[in-house]
């Protein structure tokens, strides 16, 4: 492995999130800067060319699909 290619992975897995969301809060005269968590949801029908009659949308479950890189969701 080249020395640059383990600093771009180093450089990628450290990075922080590219939408950081913060406000300026005035708490009993004093100015606190607080960040609110950033959650995106994205709603899809992946199914394909399913044969099988599928519930609606509104019927199914969200599924959380974790940030890091592993085969569960």
Do not use: H, W
Request: hydrophobic share 35%; net charge negative; proline share 5%.
């Amino acid at each position: 492995m080249s020395v640059r290619s383990s600093s771009q992975k180093f450089d990628a897995s450290n990075r922080a999130p590219c939408v950081q969301i913060a406000y300026d809060v005035e708490i009993y005269g004093s100015q606190k800067k607080v960040q609110v968590p950033f959650v995106m949801g994205v709603l899809s029908d992946l199914s394909g060319a399913n044969t099988e009659n599928l519930p609606a949308l509104e019927a199914r479950e969200a599924v959380e699909i974790a940030r890091s890189p592993s085969n569960s969701t």
